[in-house]
C-alpha cells in the first residue's frame, strides 16, 4: 500500500523567509500526489495536487511544489512565508486503490 | 466553505453508547469519504462511498459502520464506544471518487467519549 513520510512535525521559520515543508511517498504505481492545509477548528483544504504531467505544480497562496520520481519526494515550498501562512500541513498520496492516506502533518509556525 | 456540511460539531457521550455522525456532501459529488483525526493516530482513512456503494475501506474497526443515502449523504455509526475513540471525525467529498480527484473537507464532528 501507498504510504507519506513527512520529515519533521514542527518547521518554525521568520515571515519572508523560504517555507519548505518536505514529503517522501512510497508507491508501487505512479502516485496521485496532493498537499492540503488545516488551519484551527477547520477541515483540510487542498493547497495543490499532482497527477501527470508538468512535475512543478503551483498551488495557491503562492505554494508550490516539485514531484521528483527519483528521490520520491512532493516537497512543498513557499519563496516568502506570511503570517498568514501559519497551520498544519498534510502531504497526501492516492493511487488507483481509491483510498487516500495522509502523513502525519507539519505544523508551520510563522515568527513576526 | 468547501460545501461540505457535517453535523453534530461537538458530541460528548459516555463509554458504551453509540452515536451517528452525519455529511452532505458538497452539491454534485458523488463520493463521500471518512476519516479519523487524533493526536496519537493522525489523520486515519476510515472508507469510501461512491454513488451509495462502498468502494474503498481503510482502518476502520468492527463497532464502526457507515453507509451512503440515495439523497448522496453519508452517516457514520459508532457502537460501545471506548475512550480511545474520543477523535476528531472528518467527512470529505469528490466528484467522481477517483485516485485523482481532490477532497473536499467538511469541519469535523468532535467526539468526546467520558
Known amino acids: 500500500a501507498q504510504s507519506v513520510t513527512q520529515l519533521g512535525s514542527h518547521v518554525s521559520v521568520s515571515e519572508g523567509a523560504l517555507v519548505l515543508l518536505r514529503c517522501n511517498y512510497s508507491s508501487s504505481v505512479p502516485p496521485y500526489l496532493f498537499w492540503y492545509v488545516q488551519y484551527p477548528n477547520q477541515g483540510l483544504q487542498l493547497l495543490l495536487k499532482y497527477t501527470t504531467g508538468a512535475t512543478l505544480v503551483k498551488g495557491i497562496n503562492g505554494f508550490e511544489a516539485e514531484f521528483k520520481k527519483s528521490e520520491t519526494s512532493f516537497h512543498l515550498t513557499k519563496p516568502s512565508a506570511h503570517m498568514s501562512d501559519a497551520a498544519e500541513y498534510f502531504c497526501?498520496?492516492?493511487?488507483?486503490?481509491?483510498?487516500?492516506?495522509f502523513g502525519a502533518g507539519t505544523r508551520l509556525t510563522v515568527k513576526p | 466553505d468547501s460545501g461540505v456540511t457535517q453535523t453534530p460539531k461537538h458530541l460528548i457521550t459516555a463509554t458504551g453508547q453509540r452515536v451517528t455522525l452525519r455529511c452532505s456532501p458538497r452539491s454534485g459529488d458523488l463520493s463521500v469519504y471518512w476519516y479519523q483525526q487524533s493526536l496519537d493516530q493522525g489523520l486515519q482513512f476510515l472508507i469510501q462511498?461512491?454513488?451509495?456503494?462502498?468502494?474503498a475501506k481503510g482502518n476502520i474497526l468492527e463497532r464502526f459502520s457507515a453507509q451512503q443515502f440515495p439523497d448522496l449523504h453519508s452517516e457514520l455509526n459508532l457502537s460501545s464506544l471506548e475512550l480511545g475513540d474520543s477523535a476528531l471525525y472528518f467527512c470529505a467529498s469528490s466528484s467522481t471518487g477517483g485516485a485523482n480527484s481532490p477532497l473536499h473537507f467538511g469541519n469535523g464532528t468532535r467526539l468526546t467519549v467520558t
Open positions: 497526501a498520496v492516492s493511487d488507483q486503490n481509491n483510498d487516500m492516506r
Open positions: 462511498y461512491y454513488n451509495g456503494e462502498e468502494r
